[in-house]
């Protein structure tokens, strides 16, 4: 069970937005599809959906074709920036209608997260702010029951308490009933605790596809004085530098043996944010 993408290429014109993609959403797992705006996730998805169209290369669903397809296309659900509905249609009337479309759609639990959200369902969806806007489309993707869900950007527009309320439910949901799920966002700290696995894209091309911890592992940051920093790295694989006033932080790809650190200097793990910043650095 799985996604699979296969040599995956799009361009626009002149601009070359994915490039030889090859990619596997395994059953059961969260991924984090990362990468900066215009890296290339959203075409990406939209041609796993059928929405736009690869020039080369074949997406499988569970080892079916997926082009022009709806034995493949039911069992995916992808919440996109885009408002695909009807904009005078109400909030409820889009779940009803959306429950034809996917048989497993669960309207109580579509209108008991719509409770907790505060999300009035009689209103239409041209009356509903940014956030509201994500919000009923959340509430749609954790209601589906499909056996893969994408979110493209789900928290645009979400304050603070409805970004937690998301994630917690999200959580919640992947907890009682796994399925795979992929988030695709440049939001990278918020998403570092939730996701399993880490794929970044740069350029329409994945510079990195592996697990969250496997990622992280790989190196470590080095702190302090500049001077005594800057006499550490010399020979290390440094992969970005901060410095803030006299004091510098230097991100490090390769393994560490602590004793060998000076005692003037402290050694953090990475961080996703930070690695993905420099990773995805010009």
């Known amino acids: 069970m799985s996604i699979e993408i296969k040599n995956i290429s799009k361009s626009y014109g002149t601009t070359q937005a994915l490039s030889r ?5 395994e059953s059961n797992k969260i991924y984090g599809l990362l990468g900066r705006n215009g890296a290339g996730k959203t075409t990406l998805l939209n041609i796993i959906t059928n929405r736009i169209f690869a020039d080369e290369g074949e997406v499988l669903v569970d080892g079916i074709p997926a082009k022009e397809n709806d034995l493949a296309l039911q069992k995916i659900y992808l919440m996109s920036e885009k408002n695909y ?75 603070a308490n409805h970004r937690d309320v998301f994630y917690r439910l999200l959580i919640e949901k992947y907890s009682n009933s796994p399925s795979t799920i992929v988030i695709s966002t440049h939001l990278i700290e918020e998403v570092s605790t939730v996701i399993e696995d880490v794929i970044i894209i740069k350029n329409g091309s994945i510079i990195k596809n592996e697990s969250r911890e496997d990622l992280l592992s790989q190196g470590y940051t080095i702190s302090g004085k500049a001077s005594s920093v800057d006499s550490f790295i010399v020979d290390k694989n440094v992969i970005g530098i901060e410095t803030i006033g006299g004091l510098k932080s230097a991100f490090i790809l390769g393994s560490i043996n602590k004793e060998t650190i000076p005692a003037d200097l402290e050694v953090t793990k990475l961080d996703l944010q930070k690695l993905f910043v420099q990773l995805t650095n010009a």
């Open 21 to 25: 993609v090859n990619l596997t959403f």
């Open 85 to 159: 509905y009807p904009l005078n249609m109400k909030v409820k009337e889009i779940f009803a209608w959306t429950k034809n479309f996917y048989p497993d759609f669960d309207m109580e639990y579509a209108k008991k997260l719509a409770d907790i959200f505060e999300l009035n369902i009689t209103k239409n969806v041209k009356s509903l702010s940014t956030g509201y806007n994500s919000i009923f489309k959340v509430i749609i993707a954790l209601s589906v029951n499909t056996p893969y869900v994408l979110l493209d950007e789900p928290v645009l527009g979400l304050d």
